[in-house]
């Protein structure tokens, strides 16, 4: 695993770390909490190298950048974990199945990982919780209605 | 435990979903200028 740095964004913390290949990695959580519960504690990850380019066969990127995610999971249990998968470059597909690999291996068994997908669109969102906090089936619901409510606080 | 569901995506869902890819990007883009005046700093 890579050395990291810690900073605190203006929207929540991010960490960056250095490669031996001279890569430099973000992994960055942003505030997007609602007022009400369950999603009052909600915040949005993002990781990747700030050049876009790829640190292959670097297996100490992808275990650095688990390690900063479950740290920041566990600085508090009821946080909620919201990840977009971009759809610019059409490889939302394989950052799913990524992602999907390292939180399988990572050991949180009581959190959960809900997958969105969408019929008519390249997107894809998954939502991590504690399930011994959040219940799946008010996550569900309040999860569908974020969307919207997400969309009428940004025309507000 | 990983679950899933797939959600018919209508207009306005779609529309929700492009704000949310452009606000990751906009934070995205001030992050990693943040790391880059960061590392310029400390050259």
């Given amino acids: 695993m890579y050395k990291y740095n810690k900073e605190q964004g203006a929207d929540g913390p991010y960490f960056y770390f250095y490669t031996e290949l001279n890569l430099t990695y973000y992994v960055a959580f942003r505030n997007m909490s609602q007022e009400t519960f369950p999603l009052n504690n909600v915040y949005s990850l993002d990781f990747g190298e700030i050049n876009e380019k790829k640190g292959r066969k670097d297996t100490k990127i992808s275990s650095t950048i688990l390690n900063i995610i479950i740290e920041f999971l566990e600085t508090d249990q009821s946080l909620v974990i919201h990840f977009l998968c971009d759809s610019t470059d059409s490889r939302q597909l394989n950052r799913k199945r990524l992602f999907s690999r390292w939180f399988s291996i990572c050991g949180m068994e009581q959190w959960v990982k809900y997958d969105y997908d969408f019929d008519s669109a390249d997107y894809n969102i998954s939502f991590l919780y504690c399930s011994d906090i959040y219940d799946t089936a008010l996550m569900e619901t309040e999860i569908l209605l974020t969307l919207d409510v997400y969309e009428r606080a940004k025309n507000g | ?43």
């Fill in chain 2, 1 to 43: 435990m990983i679950r899933s569901t797939t959600i018919k995506a209508n207009h306005n869902t779609i529309k929700v979903l492009e704000r949310m890819a452009l606000d990751k990007k906009e934070h995205r883009n001030k992050i990693i200028a943040k790391i880059k005046e960061k590392a310029k700093d400390n050259n």
